[in-house]
């Protein structure tokens, strides 16, 4: 820069209303429909999966953020004391909670927003979070830009970015605050401007706070503000030029040149780590290295221009010759010849050094001091402290918490490589995980882009411009963390920076791409509306055709996930009607089933403690003591499984549990927890006589401890119709291959799901390569067809039910073991001889009978002995008896995606599935139980009834029998209003099944009006 900062003009404060108010139009009609449901839900997830845009109580990182903000409040008006957590994770590891102090000062904002009503409160919260992130970034680009019409567009990206979006409208802290970092900068370049330490201070004091909430935000500004403080002071008052500045037309092509050669370079290097080249990739490679140099010379030739007397133009030219030599990269190749050590590498340090040897000298000659502006370092210290004072809070946050915590040793870069998003992702918006949704949006990628082309091939310097790009590209390439393997600096950063081992999320850096690449797009749109004229009116017209662009650029994929919140009902009375509650109760209160803590299921828990005060047992966490997991988690884990053992009701009598909330809810007790519906393992621990029923509300059971010594063995009677089906595909194995057979289980499964129930299968799904796994002799050699899947059964006995087929071959083709995954103890075993598997070429269905006495998790193995052709289709296991089709499958034993239970006499097992239109989404009442069924024509009889008086054409409920995990219907009806009452009545389904299959009995609820299904039953027609 030629001289010091100079502020813009008085505070355009009319533009400032006129952004805010815009922010504020778009915040509501891109979270829509949240405003008509301001005062019963709050958002639960950026992109929801069909079927779930309106969920009740669904658990996740939303109802973690609403106990924060519920605790605030209650330390500062309840019952307990600010700052403490007496509430979850309270056992006699920490008798008054963890140390954990989530969302203050952030959460400062609820609490003064909280006489709205809570949900309102938190709702609110979440739309001015919009507006805290653009105004923000409006401010900032503002300052450096010096044109409200410059700042709109990183305004508006930068509140509107569908990252920082679906963090916040998931319930993560870092997109709620998001709007700290453009504030930071702003209050630093505003005291540069204004040569105040106040501004500083009050930029210390924004790092403070984010030290005292955010760690990973505070460690990424941290390194954002290493490189960007430095170089901007560096240059901030420049050097005096005195040399002539001679611009090169040539020196931007020359440097191209040697980015598209690094480029080839990078690409071969990354094929040779790969163990094969590709060469499908190498556009995208050319493009990166040209990118990166390009950054690279226009940040070199920008501090040259303030640490030299050369001009810019004589800067970049002289860069140019320096970066010249590296158009002779692509001679890594000769490391695939000559296999030397590092060779590719001393080639590529030799051509940086002779690129050195070419321009330093000159530099040298040209050396100058850089004259820093008075009032540079006032507001620098004064913002450095509140920088310490975060670091401080961070480490001592640290040492309470984080290492003793199961994450104390940092992220392995496997696990970061399962969150990382890919190079396509910056560049498209589709339904991802929230934390890999980075995309960068076309409006700004093009005005970033025409940005750095009028750097490299325009006349002006561009200020600060050169630093916006460099640190905007280095941004959006590492938050793709080591999912770029062209650019291993993530790799190198992860294992040389101290703490980068420790954020699991690369893509929270995409907050500071959008940053840096906004100030560079939006100094772009700043020359624009210089050659325009900066005509009033036609700098108002680019100004609403940017908005108009960004806001159809960000357009969400879907309205966003709403988790509805009932008021307190029977559950909140129940709790506090059968347990002491508030910090000070004598006894705790344990939800079933028992995560380790850091994983979302745990929040219906928080929201139970927001209803109740009640001391929990349970809590959430992605630093969850690992004390806690050690001495608390694991002995109570069999209670999952409705095992009862010593050891757990041990620890049940030391924690003094006095009531029990187990969650009959598919999703908290998901597939993940057991294989069998949550039913069993409530059935199972009311038998064993540990627990007694003494309310039950919804899909939540409160059971009560009874006192009673030993698990009783009675509760090994309570079985599942249930059964668990492995498909061969998804089993790991050592050998073989995956094959495709129409008539074999899972070649549904291969296909998209069709648009609506009865349709036709969607188009094939991408990486399919089969519905089988298949070994030949003489093409694999002998080993494990399949093993796994290693997941924990309950205790029982049980039948596995391998359907194998057999090919040519002579011998025997292998042999089958049902293991214990986790002591490695063999439970049962079958050679496949002739009698068990006939060389005929067709399925049949080997079973090994085995028993469980403990929960363990299961290894299902197929060994395949060379001899003979032999194909897995599918892995079947049932509890002893529950092989066979069954009279009757109650839709209370069954999964269940949507409804509730509901006690009711008429039903076989004294309970039915409800499905209430005004609260419940359109998913299935029940889904199971997977049974297998010979071919032969049938009838399915579901068995409904209504409450109430729906209208005569209103949809109730699809009744649907499938296969194939439901992908592959064979018999749909719809179920209208019309001749349901509130008595039970059987619909008739009937099908016909070609072939052995394993049969889903599914009703999806339709929401025209409130349906009752007690279960149903499948019948042969003669």
């Known amino acids: 820069m030629s001289g010091p900062d100079k502020p813009v003009a008085a505070p355009a404060w009319r533009a400032g209303l006129a952004v805010a108010a815009l922010l504020l139009a778009l915040a509501l009609v891109h979270t829509w429909p949240l405003v008509s449901h301001w005062n019963q839900a709050i958002p639960y997830v950026y992109h929801p999966v069909p079927g779930w ?10 109802l973690q953020f609403y106990y924060w903000s519920w605790l605030f409040n209650d330390n500062i008006f309840g019952a307990s004391q600010f700052p403490s957590n007496p509430y979850e994770f309270n056992t006699w590891i920490n008798p008054q909670g963890t140390a954990l102090y989530a969302n203050f000062p952030f959460s400062l904002l609820y609490l003064v927003l909280q006489p709205l009503g809570e949900l309102s409160a938190y709702n609110a919260v979440t739309i001015l979070c919009y507006l805290l992130a653009g105004l923000a970034a409006f401010v900032l680009g503002r300052r450096l830009l010096g044109s409200s019409l410059a700042a709109l567009p990183l305004a508006l990206i930068y509140a509107l970015l569908p990252f920082r979006a679906s963090q916040s409208l998931s319930g993560h802290l870092y997109g709620f605050i998001a709007f700290m970092l453009p504030a930071t900068l702003w209050l630093l370049e505003e005291g540069w401007a204004r040569r105040s330490w106040l501004w500083g201070a009050l930029g210390g004091l924004c790092l403070l706070a984010v030290g005292l909430m955010e760690g990973h935000l505070l460690f990424y500004s941290t390194l954002a503000l290493g490189l960007y403080v430095p170089l901007r002071l560096l240059t901030r008052g420049g050097a005096a030029q005195t040399e002539d500045d001679h611009y090169s037309a040539a020196a931007p092509w020359w440097v191209g040149g040697a980015g598209l050669a690094l480029g080839l370079s990078l690409h071969l290097a990354a094929g040779r780590g790969a163990g094969g080249m590709d060469w499908s990739p190498l556009p995208i490679s050319l493009i990166l290295g040209l990118v990166l140099l390009w950054c690279s010379w226009l940040v070199l030739a920008w501090l040259a221009t303030g640490l030299t007397r050369l001009g810019p133009g004589a800067a970049r030219a002289l860069l140019a010759r320096g970066l010249a ?5 692509p001679l890594y190749a000769v490391q695939f010849w000559l296999d030397a050590p590092h060779l590719g590498k001393i080639i590529l340090a030799a051509l940086l050094l002779w ?13 100058a001091w850089p004259r820093l502006p008075g009032g540079t370092w006032p ?13 401080a809070a961070m480490l001592v946050q640290k040492a309470r918490v984080l290492d003793a915590s199961i994450a104390s040793g940092g992220r392995s870069l496997g696990e970061v490589k399962l969150f990382a998003p890919h190079l396509a992702d910056l560049f498209r918006l589709v339904p991802a995980h929230s934390e890999q949704i980075v995309y960068l949006g076309l409006v700004l990628i093009i005005l970033a882009g025409a940005g750095l082309l009028l750097l490299a091939f325009g006349r002006r310097p561009g200020g600060a411009a050169p630093l916006w790009a460099g640190l905007g ?7 793709l963390g080591p999912n770029l393997p062209q650019m291993p600096l993530y790799a190198w950063l992860y294992e040389h920076l101290p703490f980068f081992n420790y954020p699991r999320v690369p893509g929270r850096m995409v907050l500071f791409a959008v940053l840096f690449l906004g100030l560079l797009g939006g100094w772009a749109l700043g020359q624009l509306g210089r050659v325009l004229g900066n005509r009033r009116g036609v700098l108002t017209a680019l100004a609403v055709l940017v908005a108009l662009l960004v806001a159809w650029d960000f357009w969400p994929p879907s309205a966003p996930g709403l988790c509805l919140i009932p008021p307190p009902g029977p559950l909140a009375a129940g709790v506090k009607a059968n347990a002491p509650t508030g910090p000070a109760a004598s006894q705790r209160v344990l939800g079933l089933p028992i995560w380790p803590g850091d994983s979302h299921q745990s929040s219906a828990y928080d929201l139970l403690i927001t209803r109740t005060r009640a001391k929990m047992v349970n809590g959430y966490s992605p630093q969850v003591p690992q004390a806690y997991v050690d001495q608390v988690f694991w002995p109570l884990y069999p209670l999952d499984f409705g095992w009862v053992t010593p050891k757990a009701r041990g620890v049940l009598e030391r924690l003094q549990v006095g009531l029990v909330a187990f969650y009959e809810d598919e999703e908290v007790y998901t597939r993940k927890v057991s294989p069998f519906p949550p039913e069993l393992a409530r059935r199972r621990l009311t038998a064993s006589g540990l627990l007694k029923p003494v309310l039950q509300a919804g899909n939540v059971w409160l059971l009560k401890p009874t006192g009673l010594a030993g698990p009783a063995r009675d509760a090994l009677d309570q079985v599942s119709p249930v059964t668990s089906l492995w498909e061969g595909e998804w089993l790991r194995g050592n050998i073989g291959s995956l094959a495709e057979d129409p008539e074999a289980s899972g070649w549904g499964l291969l296909f998209g799901e069709a648009a609506e129930l009865g349709g036709p299968l969607g188009p ?16 694999d050699r002998p080993g494990w067809l399949s093993r796994g899947p290693g997941r924990p059964f309950p205790p029982g006995a049980y039948v596995a039910r391998f359907r194998l087929r057999r090919g040519a071959g002579s011998g025997s083709p292998g042999r ?15 050679e496949l001889g002739p009698e068990a598997l006939p060389a005929d070429n067709r399925w049949h269905e080997v079973a090994l009978p085995f028993r469980l006495e403990e929960v363990a998790p299961l290894d299902l193995r197929t060994w395949f002995s060379g001899s003979a052709a032999l194909a897995l289709d599918v892995v079947l296991v049932n509890f002893a008896g529950m092989e066979r089709p069954q009279g009757f499958y109650p839709a209370s034993r069954l999964w269940r995606q949507t409804g509730e239970l509901v006690a009711d006499q008429r039903a076989p097992t004294g309970f039915a599935v409800q499905g209430r239109a005004d609260w419940h989404p359109p998913l299935y009442l029940m889904h199971g139980p997977q049974q297998t069924y010979p071919p032969g024509r049938y009838e399915a009889r579901f068995s409904l009834a209504v409450e109430g008086s729906p209208p005569a054409g209103a949809r109730l409920a699809s009744l649907v029998v499938a296969t194939d995990q439901g992908r592959r219907p064979l018999g749909v009806k719809q179920v209208r209003g019309q001749g349901l009452t509130n008595e039970y009545r059987e619909i008739v389904v009937p099908f016909e099944l070609k072939r052995r299959c394993e049969l889903g009995l599914r009703v999806r609820f339709e929401q025209g009006g409130s349906v009752r299904v007690a279960g149903a039953s499948v019948r042969p027609i003669d």
């Not at 845009?53 to 990182?61: I, R, V």
């Not at 030599?325 to 990269?329: A, F, G, K």
């Not at 089958?816 to 079958?830: H, I, M, N, P």
């Open 816 to 830: 089958l073991e049902v293991c214990d995954a986790g002591t490695g103890r063999l439970l049962a075993r079958a």
């Open 355 to 367: 690129g050195a040897l070419r321009c330093l000298p000159a530099l040298w000659r040209a050396r």
């Open 764 to 779: 094939r799904l991408s990486r399919t390569g089969g519905n089988l796994r298949v070994a030949r002799p003489g093409t």
């Open 325 to 329: 030599p590296l158009m002779l990269s």
């Open 473 to 479: 590209v280095l941004a959006a390439l590492l938050c």
């Open 53 to 62: 845009e309106l969920a009740p109580e669904m658990p996740g990182d939303h």
């Open 379 to 391: 507001p620098l210290v004064a913002q450095g402290l509140g920088w310490g004072l975060g670091v």
